[in-house]
């Protein structure tokens, strides 16, 4: 039996797909302070992600077409270790390393629009640009000193860290989708993302006063992630895909506010990097339809 999508009562050459997706990740924040010689460096690993998404993608007659999706969920587990050098420990002297357990949220979202200069019923490849938001937020509850100087540990239940990191993107890439007989599909995208603004808050809640570090700055990454697809009935389409992202600072600097050392002094902005990286396995249910001239 064909499975085709039946022609709907709107002008030919459209074809639509939209539906919902649920993306189970881990990710990597790394954060370091200091030029040369390093200062601090936070370090939250293991961030594993439950999230739910709404996607589309929309092709016209005019091999223009345009895709995104928008996405919210939990950090539910994740581990923090922090290490301080020197000037950052309370002494002003030595090495300290202290580890957390991590938990939070990250929200994103993306939208693209290209062109497909292969176009055939059964495929299509075309270029994009497109915006990339992604977002989290995580807070390290207690800690257990590894390598111990003067500072001392909150308990299991007490927040001593948040970290608030938000990338935008500016999108660069193809996309492809191709059909494997009348059932069985495969899609996916490659990006570049060549230039990101960075903007984060790290802070410090067992300072006395708390201590706040403003961070922002310009980077780049990449995103991708490949999907296989199984059309059910004419227009029911099951799907089950990876993905993987990764940015990264190339120029950004922070500073800090409150309790930044022993006397209190606040410090103006100093170099720093950040590092950021998710990826996941995905399963999405969508809806499609075409119409053919």
């Not at 497109?130 to 007490?158: D, H, K, W």
């Not at 227009?235 to 089950?240: P, S, V």
């Amino acid at each position: 039996m064909a499975v085709k999508a039946h022609a709907a009562p709107i002008l030919g050459g459209w074809e639509i797909d939209a539906g919902t997706r649920y993306w189970y990740s881990s990710g990597t924040e790394k954060n370091t302070s200091g030029s040369g010689s390093l200062t601090s460096q936070l370090t939250y690993s293991n961030l594993t992600g439950q999230s739910g998404e709404l996607f589309a993608r929309v092709d016209t007659p005019w091999r223009v077409f345009v895709k995104g999706y928008v996405g919210a969920g939990a950090i539910t587990g994740g581990k923090n270790t922090d290490e301080d050098w020197g000037s950052a420990t309370f002494n002003n002297g030595g090495f300290m390393v202290s580890d957390s357990t991590a938990s939070g949220w990250l929200d994103y979202a993306a939208a693209d629009v290209g062109y497909n200069v292969l176009r055939d019923r059964d495929y299509k490849v075309g270029p994009f640009v497109g915006y990339s938001y992604f977002r989290e937020n995580i807070n390290a509850f207690g800690c257990t000193l590894i390598q111990p100087m003067v500072e001392s540990c909150a308990n299991g239940n007490q927040a001593s860290l948040t970290q608030d990191e938000t990338w935008q993107s500016v999108r660069v890439g193809v996309s492809a989708v191709a059909t494997m007989g009348n059932r069985w599909g495969i899609n996916g995208d490659v990006a570049y993302l060549p230039y990101a603004q960075y903007s984060g808050l790290d802070s410090h809640w067992l300072r006395v006063p708390f201590a706040f570090y403003p961070q922002d700055g310009s980077g780049r990454g990449v995103q991708t992630e490949l999907i296989l697809t199984y059309l059910v009935t004419e227009n029911l389409k099951l799907g089950i895909g990876g993905r993987y992202w990764a940015m990264w600072t190339t120029s950004a600097s922070q500073s800090c506010h409150g309790g930044c050392n022993a006397e209190g002094t606040s410090f103006p902005p100093s170099p720093y990097t950040a590092n950021a990286e998710r990826y996941g396995a995905f399963v999405q249910m969508s809806y499609q339809f075409a119409t053919h001239p």
